[in-house]
């Protein structure tokens, strides 16, 4: 199965491939990967661990997809980057959840594309409730003055809906 046929039977969507094959590693930045943070600067630290560690593929990673097969599928336990995409995926759980979930995602996200939010069976599930912004990428929504050294914004998103629950917890008592 090539790449593009795994992505599309994981996550639904061909589009996902031009993520997974254009999202270059080495265009993560210089800063993880060339002034000794990261991987890079800590290669050492995994010369005769036990796993199937690929350090030196890890290394010259031309794709998301190729430094996860040889490392952060390993890191998890995963025989492969396709069970390790597939069980990372809410996809097939998210139907299940029976808590209150508050999911929150960026339209931009080059590491969970938008195109592969399960977004019906998020609809059909009314614990679950979706806030898709366009921008924020992967982990980034800063804002205020402080930014990007400030608080996200999601924070006080969150602490709102989680003491909605409190209250209507609260109350249905």
Known sequence: MNEVDSCFKTYGDKSVHLILSNVRVDLLG???WGRGV??????????GIEGDYNIPAALNSKSVREFDD???RVAFGFKSVDEYYLKSSSSDSIKHVCTPLLCIQAANDPIAPNRGIP?????????CMLIVTPKGGHLAWVAGDEAPFGASWTDPVVMDFLEHLEKTKSNSF
């Open 119 to 127: 977004r019906q069976d998020i609809e059909d599930n009314p614990n």
């Open 70 to 72: 040889s490392f952060t």
């Open 38 to 47: 990261g991987i890079m600067g800590h290669a050492s630290l995994f010369e």
């Open 30 to 32: 210089s800063a993880v």
